[in-house]
């Protein structure tokens, strides 16, 4: 039972310590800072940007939350 329980802790821990890779290697990529002012508000809006070069054309992501 305790085997079983460490097999299960390891895993765990390896799957969170790949999302956390994940993670940290998307944000010091090729990212680009984008700000403008929101129309509704005046307010300054940020949006990250991920910058793709694929086949000689350059490809953005960018956040889903920033419309």
């Known amino acids: 039972m305790r085997l079983i329980a460490k097999l ?3 895993v765990f821990a390896l799957l969170l310590f790949v999302v956390l890779l994940q993670g940290v290697a998307s944000e010091t990529g090729e990212v680009v800072v984008l700000t403008s002012v929101d ?3 005046s307010a300054p809006t940020t949006t990250g940007l991920w ?3 694929h086949d000689g ?3 953005l992501r960018g956040d889903a939350a920033s419309g």
């Open 57 to 59: 054309a350059m490809w």
């Open 51 to 53: 910058v793709v070069d």
């Open 8 to 10: 299960v802790g390891s």
């Open 39 to 41: 129309q509704a508000t």
